[in-house]
């Protein structure tokens, strides 16, 4: 396969993965629910392809499904590229705010992500720990003394 050929291939996936986004948002994310897995996103897959893959699992992400969806978004958090892992984060806010009935589990994944103690990947999960106790403020009491000793600001 020439390379000309693969670029082909990654704008027409491109293109295909930019509709079916734009039909989850639209409310037909039970359509796409039963094939969460052909949004697992690929290592030689390009960035772009990437995201798009990550925004449309984080909407397909369903009861049935949320155990499988969640494993492979943790996956996607010590990965290499800094964008990928904050997606992935950002992903995990974005189901938890999407099921009420699996925020506490989604947004319990979370706390796991502070003590891998990579700069990045701590600050995107305050953001989105900050976003879901906005949306869930009944959770506050579990998840402030969690994350209050896992910091240590330096002045």
């Known amino acids: 396969m020439t ?3 693969t670029t082909e291939s990654y704008e027409v ?3 295909v993965l930019s509709h079916i986004h734009l ?4 409310g037909a994310n039970w359509v796409f629910e039963s094939e969460y897995k052909q949004f ?4 030689d897959e390009p960035s772009y392809i990437k995201h798009l893959k990550l925004e449309i699992l984080a909407q397909v992400a369903s009861i049935s499904n949320i155990n ?5 978004l943790s996956e996607y958090v ?3 590229n800094a964008e990928i892992a904050r ?5 995990f806010s974005t189901i938890a705010i999407r099921l009420p009935k699996m925020a506490k589990t989604v947004a319990g994944h979370l706390k796991n992500f502070i003590s891998l103690q990579i700069a990045y990947v701590t600050t995107e999960t305050l953001k989105e720990l900050k976003n879901i106790l ?3 403020p009944e959770f506050i009491d579990e998840f402030v003394p969690f994350i209050n000793p896992k910091l240590a600001l330096e002045v």
């Open 3 to 5: 390379s000309s050929e």
């Open 13 to 15: 996936s491109f293109n």
């Open 23 to 26: 039909l989850v948002l639209r």
């Open 40 to 43: 697992f996103i690929k290592y």
């Open 68 to 72: 499988e969806v969640v494993n492979e």
């Open 78 to 80: 010590t990965d290499v």
């Open 87 to 91: 997606k992935s984060i950002t992903c």
């Open 134 to 136: 906005r949306r869930y």
